[in-house]
């Protein structure tokens, strides 16, 4: 069993009967980025879930590192997607970084002064530290998405899983998400990513998983992402995707 690599084996996921995600089986190694890619429907936010066990699969394994998910438990941190988050709770920017610390505190024992300034250094990072006292429901689309970020970042977790952390955000905030994401791989920390935008695939990832209910393809990006296997995850649609991704490729390096 391989020490330094993610395994999913033999996973497969129905919901009703109905597969979400069929037979999976593939390998990510410790210290990258990886994109789940796929068109919509394809089981991308189902694998994700299954792995860390919020869904429970019909067949299969997932083994991190050689431990299971149970044994990963405080070593794994979870994204979700903004839509998903009761945005009118009455809770601080500061209180939700903070919640990033209930595995190692639990939800009785108070914070220390050691602990409040841990999650003043996260929204430093993230660039939060002046609305720390702001409600969540007064904050935009990309700042609400730095701060799950930040606490996903106050657990010092080993594996991070995020579900379309760049829908609905500006630039400015997919930019140092990216550049997190990227610093945490330079740490030995394997980082999956939900992402739909095939334009920065190149730039913010190191590997790949292309998903259609079925692997396409999992491997570095300079192996499985190329135009054949876009048709496969993809269908018809994949063509015109590819099409479209060369076009902004060739305008990119027209302009340098």
């Known amino acids: 069993m391989k020490m330094d690599h993610i395994e999913v084996t033999d996973l497969t996921v129905t919901y009703d009967r109905k ?18 890619i796929g068109p919509n429907g394809a089981g991308k936010s189902t694998l994700i879930k299954a792995m860390i066990g919020l869904v429970p699969p019909n067949t299969g394994k997932v083994r991190f590192f050689g431990k299971t998910t149970d044994q990963m438990l ?12 009761d945005w009118d709770f009455p809770i601080t920017a500061f209180e939700v970084v903070l919640m990033g610390l209930y595995g190692r505190l639990g939800w009785f024992k108070r914070p220390n002064k050691e602990h409040k300034q841990q999650v ?9 530290s002046q609305l720390a006292d702001r ?6 689309g990309g700042q609400q998405q730095r701060l799950f970020i930040g606490r996903a970042l106050l657990q010092d977790a080993d594996v991070y899983f995020l579900d379309e952390p760049f829908a609905g955000i ?27 935008d ?35 995850a993809f269908g018809q649609k994949g ?14 390096e027209g302009t340098k």
């Open 239 to 252: 063509g015109l995707l590819e099409e479209a991704f060369l076009y902004a490729k060739g305008k990119q």
């Open 19 to 36: 597969p979400v995600v069929w037979d999976l089986h593939f390998e990510i190694p410790k210290g990258v980025v990886a994109a789940i």
């Open 198 to 232: 095939l334009n920065t695939v190149e730039s913010y990832f190191d590997w790949a998983i292309l998903l259609n209910m079925r692997l396409v393809a999992a491997g570095p990006l300079k192996e499985i992402y190329n135009s054949e296997n876009l048709m496969k």
């Open 120 to 128: 003043r250094n996260v929204l430093e990072k993230i660039g939060m």
């Open 74 to 85: 405080g070593k794994i941190a979870y994204v979700g997607q903004r839509a998903s988050i």
């Open 170 to 196: 500006d630039i400015t905030t997919e930019k140092l998400i990216v550049d997190i994401l990227k610093e945490l791989a330079a740490k030995g920390k394997t980082i999956f990513v939900v992402h739909h």
């Open 135 to 140: 409600q969540i429901s007064d904050l935009s």
